[in-house]
């Protein structure tokens, strides 16, 4: 009996996701549901599920309970897939989420949602099979895939999208690169014999730049740059916070993070936003909130326009053109040196990103060479049809084709020091690491030794700075001297190590009685640290809120019971505030427990 089984190529998107398969010399979509040609990356746990048999949810049942449970939705498992929950990158993606990720064996992230009796658990590895197997069903006999990846994921990021596609009942042939797939696509629709060409390709929530040399069907990725975790996602989020900002400075009580229901539904209105002011200056945001407390709704009516969204995002889109120039520079090229421009993603409709790469290339861009939403999975297609007929296209990309620079565990390539890092452990600030110095190994490490400033001292201290434009703290270092020491007897050994993932390692060692004091902080220079620096804020925010409360409500209770005893822990609580380390997630959670403890009691 014939083989009738056919191969597919399968762009697994973070926000949508694509199906086609090429026979005959002919790229043909996979349709879903109602014709749709894209399918939402996202999943609806039923909340009859059990940890034994967990049950998805689609069309009118699926929306309806997602109405009532938003936390059974999960969307852009891509974000998550192959990583670890200690990642600061899902660290900054929980305050987004409506849905609930917890830590499961071996540092790995688990979606924890509803069910039936409990809650059940599952990977992102669960949630990318059960959209593969989705995509899959929409064809009889697709048993064989070729699966597109960032060409930044990581290769556990790449054998965990393998280990989907198993679950799914395929046999995945090959994982390749989006950008190549792109190429790949640009090639098969305008006959390109030889050429060189840059592929930018910004998603939902990936960004890849390469360096694309294209010689008579084959392809060679001369360079590859980008970031795993920069796109659509990190712009609707963006409008998110603005909003909540918004609608916190009008209604202090009204916390849009504090309810699942309102994130889902602010999301799901950031995505219209962003999308609308494609093509339009100004997009009406009419949305409203229930205080938990009061039950009273308020409802936030403003004109965002499109000057808004870009000063939102514009930082974000001026990194990726930072790739390009690294991409280009690794060859010694110049704009002049690239044949064509193959733009992909539907992050690349944004008109500011239009604009700037327009401006940076110094040239009218085609935006319309390839199907920005599809080109990839057609890529996919033709690779696979290639590859049944023994014609790989690419080579085996992941050991000798594509030349990365170092990465970050986190996906972002650092290999020069950010800005300038400066101490001062006395009387003068002193430049540790100077900006655009070059980590060729695996870290660079200065020591310094020094005394301490003035005699009878009981702490020495170290402040760490940051300096781009202006000069920012960034951490504070102190060891504490069992006795008061003159100046002249003292002596200090310190050790400043910053390794190429963008963390700097600070060792202090007391040579008099050999107490020893670490600090680690992150100096990347991208906006993740800002994010962070924002997430932090607002946890003291939240302390320092609760705190309020519950002095208020002791201070009526007069002498009452344990009143006093709980105001002096207050008090206490107050002191400690300047040294609590807000990073620290553990730390965190004790402290709003126990100032709840006290504000209930």
Known sequence: MADTSIIVGIDLGTTYSEIYTYQNNQLEVIVGRNQLRMTPSRVIVSKTSTQDKITYLTGARGNMQSKNLPGNEIYEPKRIIGRKMSDQYIIRDL?????????????????????????????????????????????????????????????????????????????IKKCIPEPIAAAIAYWHAHHVKNQTIVVYDLGGGTFDCCL?????????VLTSEGHSHLGGADFDNAIVQYIRDKIKDAQPTHDVFA????????????????????????????????????????????????????????????????YIDRS?????????????????????????IQQKLADY????????LVNLDEAVAQGAAIYAAELMKENDLIGDWVDS????????????????????????????????????????????????????PYSNMSQFRLDVFKVTNKKECIGILELSLDEDVEKDKSKFNMSFQLDKYGVLSITVNNQ???????????????????????????????AEQIWKRAMNKLCMKGNEGTAVKNRMRLFEIKDEFPYIRFEDEETVDNLIRELKEIESS
């Open 95 to 171: 305050y987004y989420y409506p849905f609930k990720i917890v830590e499961g064996p071996d540092d790995t992230p688990l979606y924890s949602v509803t069910g039936s009796g409990g809650d059940v658990t599952l990977s992102a590895v669960d949630v990318d099979a059960q959209i593969l197997r989705t995509l899959a069903s929409y064809r009889a006999n697709v048993k064989q895939a070729v699966i597109t990846v960032p060409a930044y994921f990581r290769k556990e990021q790449i054998a965990a999208t393998i280990e989907a596609g198993q679950k799914a009942g395929l046999e």
């Open 212 to 220: 694309v040399r294209i010689e008579n069907g084959k392809f060679k």
């Open 259 to 322: 309810r699942k229901n309102d994130l889902r539904r602010l999301k799901d209105l950031a995505e219209q936003a962003k999308r609308s002011l494609s093509d339009a200056e100004t997009y009406t945001i009419n949305f409203t909130t229930i205080d938990p407390l009061t039950r009273e709704s308020y409802t936030y009516n403003q004109v965002f326009t499109r000057a808004e969204f870009n000063t939102l995002i514009e930082e974000d889109v001026n990194r990726t053109l930072g």
């Open 328 to 352: 280009l520079g690794q060859m010694g090229f110049t704009v002049n040196n690239i044949d064509e421009i193959v733009v992909v993603g539907g992050s690349t409709r944004i008109p500011l």
């Open 361 to 368: 290339f110094k040239r009218p861009i085609d935006f319309t």
């Open 401 to 452: 084709e594509v030349k990365v620079e170092p990465v970050s565990l986190n996906g972002d390539p650092i290999f020069k020091v950010p800005y300038n890092i400066e101490v001062n452990y006395g009387f003068n600030d002193e430049t540790i690491f100077k900006k655009e110095h070059v980590i060729k190994d695996h870290f660079i490490r200065v020591n310094r030794t020094c005394s301490l």
């Open 512 to 542: 008099m009685d050999g107490t020893c004091e670490k600090l680690n902080l992150t100096c990347r220079g991208d906006q993740l640290d800002h994010q962070i620096e924002q997430i932090l804020f607002k946890k003291r925010y939240e």
